[in-house]
């Protein structure tokens, strides 16, 4: 390989202008004795690598690996398929367990959490070395590459002009593209689909939704659903028979998306999708919120839906939601305490935010994950995973600024102590009632 091949550098600080007149990032690299310059794609913000060389079917995987590790990129020539094998055999490298050393004290949950995202963003960036170039119209041109424009234009958009990305994010498109064709089962929805775009979450993990088709609704008049993205909360809200329901984003993916959702249940004459920053105008009988539950910095744009900067998102909805509540309506917040396991957030913090938002608790419904990670004990945040549960919060205006009002204090103790019990929810309503509501 290295006999054959000449290297280059590109810089993210140089661009070529694009239709809109925006700079995009180039790759350069030289090849054949040539120099080449080609726009870069990549939708987590990676700058384009510094170092390239040419690799093909003969790059041998423990010298593709010294490569990437050291920060430099294979330009991929050869077979698409090879392509792939190689990039299963980098991950098998970077998957392998350390060594053993002297044993050291077990971190803690917050450094394990952060240790965690270390090596998963050291993962990416090694695994993005492959480089997989494209021909105008998302057109692969390597051997046994398969048609991939479908999935590039759905998440790039329509594209006549040549460009790099990585055979990882090339694979995550694919993968996008393939669960927007098949779509999400929402039992909620009686088995009906919903089909999740590139880059908006998708509701796989389906316990959040049980939990809003199972509350019960203060009003069926008018609902906000908050930061909506597929749409999903929207839709089991209009079948649960609210009138009239708004469901709001900013991201134009999100919102594309929610609509298509919409139009595919027939909810189109109850659920209108419009972009708005949090809050539409206006007031409602219900309001609810399924913001991301993890208060850390996205290292890209797709994970803003893991993850609330310094929880923006849970303050912005907390802030106004009692004066955009009806004087007997309710919001409903959707959060995992996932964080408060990883000593990001503590329940007392959350307490005195529904506090300083004149916001009083009138219910909490809870359900345990029921995801495959919740219960592998390999997994770097097993403790915090495996005591992970996910509540949905009724709040209403509050009264003297008084938490609780409406939940009798042993109830909420009983409540506690049932929090834990994998596979069930657990109901909490009015003054004196606990109830165990359902058996997974």
């Given at each position: 390989?290295?006999?054959?091949?000449?290297?280059?550098?590109?810089?993210?600080?140089?661009?070529?202008?694009?239709?809109?007149?925006?700079?995009?990032?180039?790759?350069?690299?030289?090849?054949?004795?040539?120099?080449?310059?080609?726009?870069?794609?990549?939708?987590?913000?990676?700058?384009?690598?510094?170092?390239?060389?040419?690799?093909?079917?003969?790059?041998?995987?423990?010298?593709?690996?010294?490569?990437?590790?050291?920060?430099?990129?294979?330009?991929?020539?050869?077979?698409?398929?090879?392509?792939?094998?190689?990039?299963?055999?980098?991950?098998?490298?970077?998957?392998?367990?350390?060594?053993?050393?002297?044993?050291?004290?077990?971190?803690?949950?917050?450094?394990?959490?952060?240790?965690?995202?270390?090596?998963?963003?050291?993962?990416?960036?090694?695994?993005?070395?492959?480089?997989?170039?494209?021909?105008?119209?998302?057109?692969?041109?390597?051997?046994?590459?398969?048609?991939?424009?479908?999935?590039?234009?759905?998440?790039?958009?329509?594209?006549?002009?040549?460009?790099?990305?990585?055979?990882?994010?090339?694979?995550?498109?694919?993968?996008?593209?393939?669960?927007?064709?098949?779509?999400?089962?929402?039992?909620?929805?009686?088995?009906?689909?919903?089909?999740?775009?590139?880059?908006?979450?998708?509701?796989?993990?389906?316990?959040?939704?049980?939990?809003?088709?199972?509350?019960?609704?203060?009003?069926?008049?008018?609902?906000?659903?908050?930061?909506?993205?597929?749409?999903?909360?929207?839709?089991?809200?209009?079948?649960?028979?609210?009138?009239?329901?708004?469901?709001?984003?900013?991201?134009?993916?999100?919102?594309?998306?929610?609509?298509?959702?919409?139009?595919?249940?027939?909810?189109?004459?109850?659920?209108?999708?419009?972009?708005?920053?949090?809050?539409?105008?206006?007031?409602?009988?219900?309001?609810?919120?399924?913001?991301?539950?993890?208060?850390?910095?996205?290292?890209?744009?797709?994970?803003?839906?893991?993850?609330?900067?310094?929880?923006?998102?849970?303050?912005?909805?907390?802030?106004?939601?009692?004066?955009?509540?009806?004087?007997?309506?309710?919001?409903?917040?959707?959060?995992?305490?996932?964080?408060?396991?990883?000593?990001?957030?503590?329940?007392?913090?959350?307490?005195?935010?529904?506090?300083?938002?004149?916001?009083?608790?009138?219910?909490?419904?809870?359900?345990?994950?029921?995801?495959?990670?919740a219960a592998d004990p390999d997994d770097p945040l097993h403790a915090a995973r495996a005591a992970e549960v996910t509540s949905l919060w009724r709040l209403r205006r509050g009264a003297g600024g008084r938490l609780l009002s409406h939940v009798n204090k042993t109830a909420v103790v009983a409540l506690e102590g049932?929090?834990?019990?994998?596979?069930?929810?657990?109901?909490?309503?009015?003054?004196?009632?606990?109830?165990?509501?359902?058996?997974?």
């Amino acid at each position: 390989m290295e006999g054959r091949t000449d290297t280059g550098s590109a810089t993210g600080a140089e661009g070529v202008g694009s239709a809109k007149g925006a700079t995009e990032p180039v790759l350069g690299w030289r090849e054949d004795g040539l120099e080449h310059r080609v726009r870069w794609r990549s939708e987590s913000g990676a700058a384009p690598p510094r170092r390239v060389v040419v690799a093909d079917d003969e790059t041998r995987a423990d010298d593709a690996y010294r490569l990437a590790c050291e920060g430099t990129a294979l330009l991929w020539r050869g077979d698409f398929q090879n392509a792939r094998q190689l990039l299963t055999a980098l991950a098998r490298r970077i998957d392998r367990p350390p060594k053993r050393h002297k044993r050291k004290a077990e971190p803690s949950q917050v450094q394990a959490f952060h240790l965690y995202r270390q090596s998963r963003a050291q993962r990416a960036r090694t695994l993005g070395m492959l480089l997989i170039p494209f021909e105008p119209g998302h057109v692969v041109p390597l051997r046994r590459a398969p048609d991939v424009a479908q999935a590039c234009t759905e998440a790039y958009g329509p594209d006549d002009q040549p460009y790099v990305t990585s055979l990882r994010e090339l694979l995550g498109l694919i993968g996008a593209h393939e669960w927007r064709q098949k779509g999400v089962p929402i039992p909620a929805l009686g088995g009906d689909r919903i089909h999740p775009h590139y880059g908006v979450f998708s509701p796989v993990r389906g316990e959040y939704v049980d939990l809003v088709a199972e509350a019960p609704l203060p009003s069926t008049e008018v609902a906000f659903d908050i930061g909506t993205g597929t749409g999903v909360l929207a839709a089991v809200l209009a079948r649960r028979g609210v009138q009239h329901v708004i469901a709001t984003d900013q991201d134009p993916r999100a919102l594309a998306c929610a609509r298509e959702n919409v139009r595919r249940l027939d909810v189109s004459d109850q659920v209108r999708v419009v972009q708005a920053d949090l809050y539409p105008d206006g007031h409602a009988g219900l309001i609810i919120c399924n913001p991301p539950w993890v208060p850390a910095k996205p290292s890209s744009a797709l994970e803003h839906a893991v993850y609330d900067p310094d929880s923006r998102m849970l303050h912005g909805f907390l802030d106004k939601l009692a004066e955009r509540l009806e004087p007997d309506g309710e919001g409903w917040l959707i959060l995992s305490d996932l964080a408060e396991h990883l000593g990001l957030r503590t329940r007392d913090d959350l307490h005195q935010a529904f506090q300083a938002s004149g916001l009083e608790v009138a219910g909490r419904l809870d359900t345990a994950p029921t995801h495959p990670r919740a219960a592998d004990p390999d997994d770097p945040l097993h403790a915090a995973r495996a005591a992970e549960v996910t509540s949905l919060w009724r709040l209403r205006r509050g009264a003297g600024g008084r938490l609780l009002s409406h939940v009798n204090k042993t109830a909420v103790v009983a409540l506690e102590g049932n929090r834990h019990r994998r596979g069930r929810t657990v109901t909490v309503f009015g003054d004196d009632q606990v109830g165990l509501t359902r058996a997974r």
